[in-house]
């Protein structure tokens, strides 16, 4: 077995044949079409739960069933709506510009939060038999305590060695430490009094996460390929969880402009920042988020941030425009490829993780054979 006795016991208990996770990614990209494909691949398909209604999340499950046998999961984002009085004329005066260039009515975004659906949700997820539940954004043992009596497995997303002690405590079956590499949402739920968002990147999280919890621990954030997995596996990881690779395989419901703009993106041009959702969140910059900056007014927040500048961000996906989109990526999406199908991806990630693990042993026995 190439990927060692870690992995193959997180493959195991997942029951997948290859220790790779397609993060799942809100938001419209991940489809069921790539859920599956990547679960067929033998790596674990998830798909969010974020913004989804029961009925939409219920006709994901189904389609993605109907597209595998294969063990697939679901993600939920815990983080709750924060206090907000409903004022959003100054964000709406900031971007009535933006709309009128896109050709979108100056109405008010809906400021409601959004409708409380995770207990029927779970409920969903346990009558259909979902054997796998990620979560970012929050901690909660009830949470924990009520799938795993539902019969599903746990992973829990933390940003810092102390929301993985936490986690762990709460009885999660394994951690997704998540490096500031990572494209999307920052998972972090607790920021230990510290009055900055901690940025620990995924080489000093993952092996200090390895080390201070003993259940399996899957590493997120900049890992594109097999060099990437062969490190992460390196630092201790028992598996990696790639979202922006993903996002240009064919299967994945990105526009062609977003994808463009993902390969075209070496990382120096992405930023993690509130003012598009409320809460940070990796992304590439682009024309909304420098008119939102060069605005000065406070974002909204969580998530009626996102909510106000929907309709925005649809149109922008809608007309193939990146300028005025919510473009998550990660630092190394120049790394990703056109045109290849989720298996592609699996096959070319975990055939190339092995070559590089083989080549650096043989390297070091012969090194070792030389001394
Ligand atoms: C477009 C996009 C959407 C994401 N949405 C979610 C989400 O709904 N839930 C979640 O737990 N993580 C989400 N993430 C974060 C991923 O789980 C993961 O941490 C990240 O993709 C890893 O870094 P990488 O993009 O460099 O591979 C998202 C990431 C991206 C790129």
Redesign the pocket.
């Known amino acids: 077995m190439w990927f060692g006795e870690r992995a193959r016991q997180l493959c195991e208990m997942l029951q997948i044949s290859l220790p790779l996770v397609q ?5 419209g ?1 991940t489809t069921p079409e790539l859920v599956a494909a990547v679960s067929n691949a033998g790596a674990l398909g998830m798909l ?1 739960a ?1 913004r989804q209604s029961v009925d939409q999340l219920v006709a994901a499950i189904d389609a993605v069933r109907q597209l595998t046998t294969k063990p697939f999961g679901v ?1 939920f ?1 815990l983080a709750p709506p924060e206090p907000f009085d409903g004022d959003f004329r100054d964000m709406r005066a900031t971007v009535g510009d933006l709309r009128a260039e896109l050709g979108i009515p100056d109405s008010p975004a809906v400021a409601a939060a959004p409708p409380a659906v995770l207990e029927q949700q779970l409920d969903v997820l346990r009558d259909r038999g979902v054997p796998i539940v ?1 979560f ?1 954004m929050g901690n909660s043992r009830a949470l924990v305590d009520r799938l795993r009596a539902d019969g599903a497995l746990t992973l829990g ?1 933390a940003t810092t060695v102390h929301e993985a002690l936490a986690l762990a405590q709460s009885g999660v079956d394994g951690i997704v430490a ?1 490096g500031a ?5 920052r ?1 972090t739920f607790d920021v230990n009094g510290a009055d900055t968002l901690p940025l620990v990147g995924t080489i000093a999280l993952v092996p200090q996460v390895v080390d201070a919890v003993s259940i399996p621990v899957i590493a ?4 594109m390929d097999g060099r990437g997995m062969a490190a992460a596996l390196a630092l201790g990881a028992s598996a990696v ?5 993903f ?1 240009t395989a064919e299967e994945s419901g990105a526009f062609a402009a977003y994808r463009d703009a993902v390969i075209d993106s070496d990382g120096s041009n992405t930023t993690v920042t509130s003012l598009l959702s409320g809460r940070p969140a990796r992304t590439i910059r682009n024309r909304v988020l420098r008119e939102l900056e060069a605005s000065a007014v406070k974002p909204l927040p969580w998530p009626f941030q996102g909510t106000a500048l929907r309709d925005i961000y649809e149109a922008a996906a809608r007309s193939n425009n990146a300028d005025f989109a919510f473009l ?5 999406g120049a790394l990703a490829r056109r045109g290849q199908r989720a298996e592609e991806i699996v096959a070319e990630v975990s055939t190339s993780a092995a070559h590089v693990l083989q080549a650096l042993g043989s390297a070091t026995t012969a090194g070792a054979r030389r001394a």
Do not use: F
Request: proline residues 6%; neutral net charge.
């Open positions: 993060a799942p990614m809100a938001g990209w969010p974020a993600n984002l990620s970012a997303s998540q590499e990572a494209g999307g949402h998972a997120a954030g900049g890992i969880q790639m979202g922006t690779r996002l998550l990526a990660g630092q190394a």
